[in-house]
Every structure is written in structure tokens, then in C-alpha cells.
């Protein structure tokens, strides 16, 4: 089993930056990749990015130059790092562990608006 606790979110202006944080526990040793997915009302859950073992990373393209996921393996802890932050990021943004199960965490809220 793994548990996920995000922090981070909140509210923040159009162009503004938060930084979102993902801490694992339990069988973490069973993680292969960590990621973020968001869901804004009304919409589909969807995938914004994932980091692997060994540091390589993807994006969705809509944050690609915008949004840095890093990972302190000695933490065990996943960083989202948001800059110019746009209104349609607005979403709940939720942690993604992937072992032989995926595994979520509770979510955390991120409002941009001015």
C-alpha cells in the first residue's frame, strides 16, 4: 500500500506561481513513476506530468515551459512547480504513484483568478 498527502494549493492571480507537494508513504519502494493529474469542474481528469525513477519527465503540452516536476527521492516527495499560472489551470490537482496499482492522493485545490 502507498499513501499520497499533497499540500500546496490555494488561490493566485493570473501570472502568478505555487508549488504543490506530493509525500509518499508505505511500500514506496514499489514506485515506478509519480505524477499530477488535475480535473476542473465539469471536465475529465487529465494528465499534466510524471517524473520517473531515474529523473526523465513529461508534460502535457499545455504546461510544457510553464510547470517543473523534480522529485527528492530521500524525501520521497514530488514537487510541482507552477509558474505563469493561467485561469484555465484552475482544477483540483491530484498525486499519482504507479506501482503495479495506481494509487491517488486527496486532491488539492488551485484557483486562479484575479
Known amino acids: 500500500q502507498v499513501q499520497l498527502v499533497e499540500s500546496g494549493g490555494g488561490l493566485v492571480q493570473p501570472g502568478g506561481s505555487l508549488r504543490l507537494s506530493c509525500t509518499a508513504s508505505?511500500?514506496?519502494?514499489?514506485?515506478?513513476?509519480m505524477g499530477w493529474y488535475r480535473q476542473a469542474p465539469g471536465k475529465a481528469r487529465e494528465f499534466v506530468a510524471r517524473i520517473g525513477n531515474i529523473g526523465s519527465t513529461e508534460y502535457v503540452d499545455s504546461v510544457k515551459g510553464r510547470f517543473t516536476i523534480s522529485r527528492d527521492n530521500a524525501k520521497s516527495t514530488v514537487y510541482l512547480q507552477m509558474n505563469s499560472l493561467k485561469p484555465e489551470d484552475t482544477a483540483v490537482y491530484y498525486c499519482?504513484?504507479?506501482?503495479?496499482?495506481?494509487?491517488w492522493g486527496q486532491g488539492t485545490q488551485v484557483t486562479v483568478s484575479s
Open positions: 508505505g511500500t514506496i519502494g514499489r514506485i515506478q513513476t
Open positions: 499519482h504513484a504507479a506501482t503495479s496499482r495506481p494509487y
